[in-house]
């Protein structure tokens, strides 16, 4: 029986609800922006850190990349705006959608390994500035216990990091998840040095599912198309400044498309404003 | 013809690429006979490295000489293998344009590996940007001809799991009409070997590679690096039974939790682990009793396989006493961001041959658990379940059961 001639028959045998798209509400938001001097104090502290929420390390964030203290401020920032009791987020997971994470950290570690070979290698490249680094390191600043994981990690990432954690809302994995999006705006380019008119963005998403009662709150469809249906397409990498002035608009409704992946199939629709659609 | 719940995920096709070998049948018959993949580092000088073994890949085949080829980094011929094969075995490979195909794959440190990679060629790509417009992810979806959604994902030795359940997700959903889960990694290289070497995770029997991998065992004293690559097809279990399509198993029950202790030591503390393995189960209705076999993650550190052990008695109560457990880890070696998906290919071999794949190397086993140590045993298997635990605290454990 030819899988192919049934393609239309697929799912209609059964009571499957084909569905077309994924939505997550928005629970609260920040987005920090950083140049590279900066960073020497963000590692120490990249709070403010939330009253209450104390069981952060010390030495955490001294060996991270850049990206990571960046979305960890981020978070510790969107806590502080939501107002959040430390347990609040128990149980909830943790999605980073970093975007080209360790460039810097990779180029000098490349050169240092051409001079000095193994001796010249850290240990610290693989924990801290692999695609999962900044998710562990939220985790773990937040004592939370939930899954974490890294997604994308190239120039359209942050579509599959807002599949990722709609995906876990929708399977009912967690009760919610912290979507954290990063990058350098202008990427950041090694050689000979680091260009310092580079500003890192990191926006911490907290998100929720969709309520069941209407309620004026933002938020994130994520919707597939079929075949070769061109949903959208936007520029890559996604504007978190614009996205951030998004959320915070309060004068009526829109939609607006903040990101597609590379062939426009998958789109991310931020649906935000006082009106929401039923 | 008996029912399958609705929201039943079967695997359909297997497509690897492994320190064992490229084809499923080689792989098993190495993993049912203990053969090593693990030898000397070949493919660069490794004279100053602390840790000069692996278990490595060799060169990778070419999946189909017609193929668009756009990528052409050794992480693009592995995605091509893994994925192709699996859409063949799946007898789905001639008919992919007509399906809606999602692609779920943990990729670890890819761009990582990509810059490294290039670098050693004489290329400047970690120095221009403009080079990485795409990611493998990206260029793998296209030159396959698959027009799903695609999604990278990473929590390091927890990868293939977190794909796998993604993947699950997305076929409930009816996002997808099939979706090809799992995992790869390339971690063999200079920079690879140097990193983790500095760190002291790897083993240093670099007079022994064959017995250098030793989970469980008392003498062992870190892991050995390996590489590859075990993707499967995913497939709504009334599609697949509709078009009479072989199963190698059901994806049975999933559970994943964070240590939130350390970015690379495991938790003193068992309970996330714990949790992560009790929810897989939970989410497969069964009890521990039910459990024919567990494919530990088990890396042949000091301080990870004690804590391992600590979580599987913990899970197993009672039945930690005659569950067999066994860690492949000791033939593969430590395939990173790939080893929960070969892991798992490791279980659907013990289910398809009804024996258990062995640890080798295990002379002194310091762990109270039930051990398949040096030879595979012939046992029943309906029911396997597949730990694994990664840096950054990531926790996932994977049901299987046979169908």
Redesign the interface.
């Known amino acids: 029986m030819s899988l192919a001639g049934e393609r239309s028959g697929l799912v209609t045998g059964s009571d499957f609800a084909r569905v077309r798209f994924l939505a997550a509400e928005v629970a609260g938001s920040a987005l920090r922006r950083a140049r590279a001097p900066e960073f020497s104090a963000l590692r120490k502290r990249p709070g403010p850190v939330p009253e209450g929420w104390s069981r952060t390390p010390p030495s955490l964030l001294r060996y991270s990349d850049e990206q990571t203290v960046l979305a960890t401020a981020s978070v510790f920032s969107a806590i502080e705006a939501m107002g959040a009791e430390p347990g609040e987020f128990e149980g909830w997971g943790v999605v980073a959608a970093s975007r080209y994470l360790g460039r810097t950290s990779l180029a000098a570690a490349l050169r240092s390994f051409a001079v000095e070979g193994v001796w010249g290698t850290s240990p610290h490249l693989i924990p801290h500035f692999a695609l999962h680094s900044p998710s562990g390191t939220i985790s773990l600043a937040l004592g939370i216990r939930g899954p974490n994981i890294g997604a994308g990690g190239g120039l359209h990432g942050a579509v599959e990091g807002f599949l990722a954690a709609t995906t876990w809302l929708a399977g009912g994995v967690i009760p919610g998840v912290w979507l954290v999006l990063s990058g350098w705006s202008p990427e950041r380019v090694p050689d000979p040095s680091p260009s310092d008119d580079a500003e890192c963005q990191a926006m911490a998403l907290a998100l929720r599912p969709v309520g069941a009662e209407k309620r004026r709150v933002p938020r994130f469809q994520v919707r597939i198309g079929e075949g070769d249906s061109l949903l959208d397409e936007v520029d890559a990498p996604i504007d978190l400044v614009r996205l951030a002035g998004d959320l915070g608009e309060s004068a009526g409704w829109f939609s607006r498309t903040v990101a597609t992946d590379p062939p426009g199939r998958v789109c991310v629709e931020l649906v935000s404003g006082p009106e929401g659609p039923g | 013809m008996s029912s399958v719940s609705?929201g039943a995920v079967w695997i359909t096709g297997v497509g690897a690429a492994t320190p064992l070998g490229f084809g499923l049948s080689e792989i098993e018959a190495g993993l049912l006979a203990g053969r090593s993949g693990v030898g000397r580092v070949l493919s660069f000088p490794t004279d100053?490295?602390?840790s000069r073994i692996a278990a490595q890949l060799g060169p990778i085949p070419t999946l189909d000489e017609d193929l668009p080829r756009s990528g052409t980094t050794p992480l693009d011929r592995l995605v091509r293998w893994c994925v192709g094969n699996a859409l063949r075995d799946a007898g789905?490979w001639a008919?992919r344009s007509?399906?809606?195909i999602g692609l779920v794959l943990g990729?670890?440190?890819?761009?990582?590996f990509l810059?490294?990679t290039d670098?050693q060629a004489g290329g400047?790509r970690?120095?221009?940007?403009g080079q990485?417009?795409?990611?493998t992810i990206?260029r793998g979806?296209?030159d396959l001809g698959l027009?799903?959604?695609?999604?990278?994902?990473?929590?390091?030795c927890a990868?293939g799991n977190?794909a796998i359940?993604?993947g699950r997700?997305?076929l409930?959903?009816?996002?997808v009409?099939l979706c090809v889960a799992g995992a790869c990694d390339l971690a063999v290289t200079?920079?690879?070997l140097?990193?983790?070497?500095?760190?002291?995770a790897l083993s240093r029997r670099n007079d022994d590679p064959v017995g250098a991998s030793r989970p469980f065992d008392r003498g062992r004293d870190g892991f050995v690096l390996g590489e590859g690559g075990a993707v499967f097809v995913l497939e709504?279990a009334?599609?697949a039974r509709?078009?009479?399509a072989p199963a190698y198993a059901e994806v049975a029950g999933c559970g994943?939790?964070?240590?939130?202790?350390?970015?690379?030591i495991p938790s003193p503390d068992p309970s996330?682990a714990i949790?992560a393995v009790r929810r897989a189960l939970a989410d497969a209705r069964i009890d521990p009793d039910s459990v024919d076999h567990l494919n530990a993650h088990a890396t042949g550190t000091p301080v990870g396989d004690a804590a391992e052990a600590a979580v599987l008695r913990a899970v197993l109560g009672e039945a930690a006493a005659r569950v067999p457990v066994s860690s492949t880890k000791s033939l593969t070696g430590h395939m990173l961001t790939a080893a929960g998906a070969f892991e798992a290919l490791a279980c659907l071999t013990a289910m398809r041959h009804q024996a258990i794949p062995p640890t080798i190397n295990l002379d002194e086993p310091d762990v109270e658990l039930c051990l398949v140590a040096h030879e595979a045993r012939p046992h029943p298997v309906r029911v396997a379940v597949s730990n694994s635990f990664?840096?950054?605290?990531?926790n996932?454990s994977l049901v299987l059961r046979a169908v």
Request: zero cysteines; proline letters at 6%.
């Open positions: 609705e100053d490295h602390p789905l008919v007509e399906l809606r990729l670890g440190a890819e761009w990582m810059w490294e670098d400047r970690v120095l221009d940007p990485d417009r795409e990611s990206d979806r296209r027009s799903g959604p695609a999604l990278g994902v990473s929590a390091a990868s977190h359940e993604i997700h997305w409930r959903m009816g996002l009409d200079p920079l690879g140097a990193t983790f070497g500095n760190l002291r709504r009334i599609d509709r078009r009479s994943s939790s964070s240590d939130a202790h350390h970015h690379v996330p949790a990664g840096f950054g605290g990531s996932t």
